[in-house]
C-alpha cells in the first residue's frame, strides 16, 4: 500500500508557478486542501484572482511535478474554487455590500479611448470568470450604452421595502449609465452637485448584487468634478488612460496626481494608441510617438500595464455596440487587452493581500 505523505505532494507542487499571480502556488497560499487515498490524491486549488484561464495550464503542470516527484502517485485530481479577493473599505462595504473591488478608469483629458479601455477591461475580465459590473460615470457624455449595444430602460423593483434599480446587462457584465435614462440627443445639463448625487443613487440605489470588479468610466479631466467623484466613490485604486503624445502625457501625470491627493492608489497606467500595424506590410508605425507611457509609469513610481495599438476595428466595435475582446476574441488586440485586465487582476490581488495582512498584525 501507498505512503503517500502530504509535505510531498507540497514541495511538488512548490515547483508549479501560477500564471494568474506569478508564484508558485505553495508561496501564493493557494493550497486550500489535499486528500490522499492510497495511491490517489485530490487537491482542491483557491484562487484569489480570475484563474479560468489558466485552470488547463495549471492542472497539467501540477499533476506532471507530483507524478515526477511521488511516481507511486496512480490518480491524481485537482479541482478549482475561486474566491476573488475583497479590498476592504468601510464606506465601499456600507455603499456597496456586494462589491468587492472598485476601480476607476481615468484620463487627465478627453479623447485618448478611456472608455474603449473601460468596456474592454470589464469585458476580459468576466471572460475569465469574474462577476463584473461597469458604471458610466460621465454623465454628461455617456458612451456606454452605444458601446455595449444597449437602449433599454433599467427596472425598478422593491427589494426588501426599498425601490431598487436593476442593472442592464449585455455580454456578461452589469451595466448602469444615465444614458439609460435620458434621450441620446438631450444633453445633461447639471451642475456638479447634480451630477455626483445621481452617481451617489447609482451606487447606493441599485441592486449590484455580487460582484468582484466594479470599473468606473469617469469623465475627463482633472476639475472639481472629477475630484469630487474620486472623495465620492470608494475606491479600490484607479487606472489611467493616456496616448504617446506629450500633451496627453502631460494631462495623465495631472490625473495620477489628482488620485493622489484624496489618496486614491494608482493600480497602473494604459498607453493607448500605441503604435499601428500595416495589415499589407506587418510594418510597425509609431504615429504619436512611442515611450512615452512606459517613462511617465517610471516616472510616477506606476506599473505600466500595457500599450494598445490603432485597430479601426475597435472603434467600429464601439460604435456598434459590439466591442473587441466580445466579439473578436482571438485578434491580436484582444489578447492585449485580456493580459492588461489578468495584470490590474494580480495588482488588486495583491495589494488586497497586503491589505488583510496589515490588518491582521495591528490586531495581533
Given at each position: 500500500?501507498?505512503?503517500?505523505?502530504?509535505?510531498?505532494?507540497?514541495?511538488?507542487?512548490?515547483?508549479?508557478?501560477?500564471?494568474?499571480?506569478?508564484?508558485?502556488?505553495?508561496?501564493?497560499?493557494?493550497?486550500?486542501?489535499?486528500?490522499?487515498?492510497?495511491?490517489?490524491?485530490?487537491?482542491?486549488?483557491?484562487?484569489?484572482?480570475?484563474?479560468?484561464?489558466?485552470?488547463?495550464?495549471?492542472?497539467?503542470?501540477?499533476?506532471?511535478?507530483?507524478?515526477?516527484?511521488?511516481?507511486?502517485?496512480?490518480?491524481?485530481?485537482?479541482?478549482?474554487?475561486?474566491?476573488?479577493?475583497?479590498?476592504?473599505?468601510?464606506?465601499?462595504?456600507?455603499?456597496?455590500?456586494?462589491?468587492?473591488?472598485?476601480?476607476?478608469?481615468?484620463?487627465?483629458?478627453?479623447?485618448?479611448?478611456?472608455?474603449?479601455?473601460?468596456?474592454?477591461?470589464?469585458?476580459?475580465?468576466?471572460?475569465?470568470?469574474?462577476?463584473?459590473?461597469?458604471?458610466?460615470?460621465?454623465?454628461?457624455?455617456?458612451?456606454?450604452?452605444?458601446?455595449?449595444?444597449?437602449?433599454?430602460?433599467?427596472?425598478?423593483?422593491?427589494?426588501?421595502?426599498?425601490?431598487?434599480?436593476?442593472?442592464?446587462?449585455?455580454?456578461?457584465?452589469?451595466?448602469?449609465?444615465?444614458?439609460?435614462?435620458?434621450?441620446?440627443?438631450?444633453?445633461?445639463?447639471?451642475?456638479?452637485p447634480m451630477a455626483t448625487g445621481a452617481l451617489k443613487q447609482f451606487m447606493?440605489?441599485?441592486?449590484?448584487?455580487?460582484?468582484?470588479?466594479?470599473?468606473?468610466?469617469?469623465?475627463?479631466?482633472?476639475?472639481?468634478?472629477?475630484?469630487?467623484?474620486?472623495?465620492?466613490?470608494?475606491?479600490?485604486?484607479?487606472?489611467?488612460?493616456?496616448?504617446?503624445?506629450?500633451?496627453?502625457?502631460?494631462?495623465?501625470?495631472?490625473?495620477?496626481?489628482?488620485?493622489?491627493?484624496?489618496?486614491?492608489?494608482?493600480?497602473?497606467?494604459?498607453?493607448?494608441?500605441?503604435?499601428?500595424?500595416?495589415?499589407?506590410?506587418?510594418?510597425?508605425?509609431?504615429?504619436?510617438?512611442?515611450?512615452?507611457?512606459?517613462?511617465?509609469?517610471?516616472?510616477?513610481?506606476?506599473?505600466?500595464?500595457?500599450?494598445?495599438?490603432?485597430?479601426?476595428?475597435?472603434?467600429?466595435?464601439?460604435?456598434?455596440?459590439?466591442?473587441?475582446?466580445?466579439?473578436?476574441?482571438?485578434?491580436?488586440?484582444?489578447?492585449?487587452?485580456?493580459?492588461?485586465?489578468?495584470?490590474?487582476?494580480?495588482?488588486?490581488?495583491?495589494?488586497?493581500?497586503?491589505?488583510?495582512?496589515?490588518?491582521?498584525?495591528?490586531?495581533?
Open positions: 500500500m501507498s505512503n503517500i505523505q502530504k509535505d510531498a505532494v507540497m514541495n511538488a507542487l512548490k515547483t508549479v508557478i501560477a500564471p494568474n499571480v506569478k508564484k508558485d502556488l505553495v508561496s501564493a497560499n493557494m493550497i486550500k486542501d489535499i486528500t490522499i487515498d492510497g495511491s490517489n490524491i485530490k487537491i482542491l486549488i483557491e484562487s484569489s484572482t480570475p484563474v479560468a484561464w489558466v485552470k488547463e495550464e495549471i492542472t497539467k503542470n501540477a499533476t506532471e511535478a507530483i507524478k515526477r516527484q511521488i511516481p507511486e502517485a496512480s490518480d491524481i485530481k485537482i479541482d478549482f474554487e475561486v474566491n476573488i479577493s475583497k479590498h476592504v473599505d468601510p464606506a465601499k462595504d456600507k455603499m456597496l455590500p456586494g462589491v468587492k473591488n472598485t476601480i476607476a478608469v481615468a484620463s487627465g483629458k478627453g479623447g485618448v479611448g478611456k472608455s474603449t479601455i473601460a468596456v474592454n477591461l470589464a469585458l476580459s475580465l468576466a471572460m475569465d470568470g469574474a462577476k463584473v459590473g461597469l458604471l458610466d460615470a460621465d454623465v454628461y457624455g455617456p458612451s456606454i450604452p452605444m458601446m455595449l449595444g444597449v437602449r433599454e430602460q433599467p427596472l425598478v423593483k422593491e427589494i426588501d421595502g426599498k425601490q431598487r434599480i436593476i442593472p442592464l446587462e449585455n455580454y456578461g457584465i452589469k451595466l448602469m449609465s444615465i444614458g439609460f435614462l435620458v434621450d441620446e440627443n438631450t444633453p445633461v445639463i447639471w451642475r456638479g447606493s440605489d441599485v441592486e449590484w448584487g455580487e460582484i468582484d470588479y466594479l470599473f468606473y468610466d469617469l469623465p475627463p479631466g482633472t476639475g472639481d468634478i472629477q475630484l469630487t467623484l474620486a472623495q465620492t466613490i470608494p475606491l479600490t485604486g484607479s487606472v489611467i488612460v493616456t496616448t504617446p503624445q506629450d500633451v496627453s502625457l502631460l494631462d495623465a501625470r495631472k490625473g495620477l496626481k489628482m488620485f493622489e491627493k484624496v489618496n486614491v492608489p494608482i493600480l497602473g497606467l494604459i498607453e493607448n494608441l500605441s503604435y499601428f500595424i500595416a495589415p499589407d506590410t506587418g510594418k510597425k508605425y509609431n504615429l504619436f510617438g512611442s515611450g512615452g507611457g512606459v517613462k511617465l509609469a517610471k516616472e510616477l513610481n506606476t506599473e505600466f500595464l500595457g500599450g494598445i495599438p490603432i485597430n479601426p476595428i475597435i472603434v467600429e466595435g464601439g460604435d456598434t455596440g459590439k466591442p473587441l475582446v466580445a466579439v473578436y476574441p482571438d485578434a491580436e488586440e484582444s489578447k492585449i487587452y485580456r493580459e492588461i485586465a489578468r495584470k490590474l487582476a494580480a495588482e488588486i490581488n495583491e495589494r488586497n493581500l497586503k491589505q488583510k495582512s496589515s490588518k491582521i498584525e495591528i490586531s495581533l
